[in-house]
């Protein structure tokens, strides 16, 4: 079971890695006025975003692996880990919107400023604090 922890932290970064930086994208996309610079960033954040597709379904596959396995046991008296799951929710939510607003950009309709864009960008850090908090204290 240490293996597939280690894989799900690894899968877990790697979907993080790509949290964090494609936001990043959206912000300069959003300053970028010429088509060429347009369309050079709609193919990278649509490459960027297939790339960490798998790594998200494989870290929730390798959750649920552990889930059932042994933390199963722990659910009705592990606040913590109910905690963990919702924000994780959150967080597959987040992705989902990040499609939506890479949508926006390939259908030229951007609604938001390269600031907007900036503070969505802090969300994924924000969960990513909270969610290691939750699994490595288990505060309640």
């Known amino acids: 079971m240490l293996w597939v922890k280690a894989f799900h932290i690894i899968f877990m970064v790697c979907w993080f890695a790509g949290l964090f930086y494609l936001p990043r994208l959206f912000v300069?996309?959003?300053?970028?006025?010429?088509r060429a610079g347009?369309?050079?960033f709609c193919i990278m954040e649509r490459k960027l975003f297939l790339f960490i597709t798998p790594f998200m379904l494989i870290t929730i596959a390798l959750g649920i692996w552990m889930l059932i396995d042994y933390a199963w046991?722990?659910?009705s008296h592990s606040g913590w880990l109910h905690a963990k799951l919702f924000l994780v929710t959150l967080l597959v939510i987040y992705h989902g919107w990040c499609w939506r607003l890479l949508q926006?950009?390939?259908q030229g309709r951007n609604r938001h400023?390269?600031?907007?864009?900036?503070i969505f960008n802090e969300l994924p850090v924000l969960i990513l604090f909270a969610v290691v908090l939750l699994a490595v204290v288990k505060p309640f």
């Open 113 to 118: 400023s390269p600031r907007w864009y900036r």
């Open 38 to 40: 347009r369309d050079r």
């Open 28 to 34: 300069y996309h959003a300053m970028t006025e010429d």
């Open 104 to 106: 926006g950009f390939r």
């Open 73 to 75: 046991a722990a659910w």
